[in-house]
């Protein structure tokens, strides 16, 4: 990811972490359903309203605006079951944070401070899974390194 998009993820974690912490690495994870659970909302959704539509009686099953609004809809209720977490390695330990569903990134509380030899676990694949403060979490393959690189120094 962009270093000013990580550079804005630690600015606006700051007022969560200890007087003087400082960030060493940010890790970008989801839990809820697991994130091709989320394709799959928005194909069904996309699909769904046409055949439903034509099904009704609508020659075209609404063109592509009803395709477009299905793929809306359901993409609105796959991301309404995932929860977005920020996990930050500091000189002091590791800290999960909870975002908001929707909108920007800005942190609403900490969830989980955990002592710096937490263990991630074996990642691989493109939605690698693992636990994390009693939650199972969904890491992007693009975070793998970083989370690789925050096992090393955990470790």
């Known amino acids: 990811?962009?270093?000013?998009?990580?550079?804005?993820?630690?600015?606006?974690?700051?007022?969560?972490?200890?007087?003087?912490?400082?960030?060493?690495?940010?890790?970008?994870?989801?839990?809820?359903?697991?994130?091709?659970?989320?394709?799959?909302?928005?194909?069904?959704?996309?699909?769904?309203?046409?055949?439903?539509?034509?099904?009704?009686?609508?020659?075209?099953?609404?063109?592509s605006l009803g395709g477009a609004l299905g793929?809306?809809?359901?993409?609105?209720?796959?991301?309404?079951l995932t929860s977005r977490r920020v996990v930050l390695m500091t000189d002091r330990g590791v800290v999960v944070l909870e975002y908001g569903r929707f909108g920007g990134v800005k942190p609403t509380r900490v969830l989980a401070r955990l002592p710096l030899g937490t263990a991630l676990g074996v990642l691989s694949g493109t939605w690698a899974r693992t636990e994390l403060?009693?939650?199972?979490?969904?890491?992007h393959k693009k975070w793998h390194g970083d989370a690789a690189a925050l096992a090393g120094r955990l470790g």
């Open 71 to 80: 793929g809306l809809a359901g993409g609105l209720i796959g991301a309404a």
């Open 133 to 139: 403060a009693g939650e199972r979490l969904w890491v």
């Open 1 to 63: 990811m962009a270093p000013k998009i990580l550079a804005k993820v630690v600015e606006r974690s700051q007022g969560l972490l200890e007087p003087g912490e400082q960030v060493r690495r940010v890790l970008l994870a989801q839990g809820g359903i697991n994130p091709w659970a989320q394709v799959a909302f928005f194909m069904v959704g996309l699909i769904g309203v046409r055949a439903v539509a034509v099904a009704a009686g609508a020659a075209s099953g609404f063109g």
